[in-house]
């Protein structure tokens, strides 16, 4: 069975770090972009970062901050956080896509085997 299970995340301080972690289930995920999004309050669900092969994509407000990076031994993508914002707070999916024509664009459309996903609240 197919699934993507997220973890880490927590409350942390304006300013402070926090590391995601995407662990895949079913299936290998260097044969697939896997994607970062997330969803804050109130707002639409926007993409964060994805990577295939060593390609990497930021949006423009995390370009500079979050880094995104695979280990294959494990399965499992990881997003880490530095510089987090109140603007930050979210809460943050990762997704699979299955075809390779979304994620890299920042659309959500085409994103498929959604996780549950992890809270991250930024705050003093």
């Known amino acids: 069975q197919v699934q993507l299970v997220e973890s880490g995340g927590g409350l942390v301080q304006p300013g402070g770090s926090l590391r995601l972690s995407c662990a895949a289930f079913?299936?290998?995920?260097?044969?697939?972009?896997i994607g970062w999004f997330r969803q804050a309050p109130g707002k639409k669900r926007e993409g964060v970062s994805c990577?295939?092969?060593?390609?990497?994509y930021y949006s423009d407000s995390v370009l500079g901050r979050f880094t995104i990076s695979a280990d294959n031994a494990k399965n499992t993508v990881y997003l880490q956080m530095n510089g987090l914002e109140p603007e930050d707070t979210a809460v943050y999916y990762c997704?699979?896509?299955?075809?390779?024509?979304?994620?890299?664009?920042?659309?959500?459309?085409?994103?498929?085997?959604w996780g549950k996903g992890t809270l991250v609240t930024v705050s003093s």
């Open positions: 990577i295939k092969s060593g390609s990497t």
């Open positions: 079913g299936f290998t995920l260097r044969d697939y972009t």
């Open positions: 997704a699979v896509d299955p075809y390779g024509s979304s994620c890299f664009h920042g659309y959500v459309d085409g994103m498929e085997y």
